[in-house]
C-alpha cells in the first residue's frame, strides 16, 4: 500500500493558487492557508529545498500578511531577503512594494 507524498513544490504552488482564488473573490486567504497548514502538518511534508523547512511557516505568514497577494516564492524571496540582510531586490513585481522591509528596485533609477 501506497502512503501519501506531499511535495514543498506541489503544496507551495497550492498555497499560492489558493490564495490567487480567494482574492479573486474578493475573500481573505488566511483562513484557507490556515487549513492548508492543519490539513497538511509540516512534518509530513517531503522537503526538496534544504532550506524549506526551517522557512516554511514565515513565508506562509507573510502570505497571509499580504493577504496573498505575493506568491509562496515571492513571499520565499522576502523571508530569505529580511535573514540575510537584503535590503533591496530587483523585480517588475510591484506587490513587493506591500513590505516594508525591503526596497524593490524596479530599473536602474532606482539604484
Known sequence: MLGWIYLD???????????????????????????LRSAIPQEFIDWTGPELPRLWSRVLDIMEETQGSLSFTDSLIIVVAVETGAVRIASFDNNFDEVAAIKRISSAKDC
Open 9 to 35: 513544490c506541489v503544496l507551495n504552488e497550492s498555497a499560492t493558487v489558493l490564495s490567487r482564488r480567494a482574492r479573486e473573490k474578493k475573500l481573505n486567504p488566511a483562513p484557507v492557508l490556515r487549513r
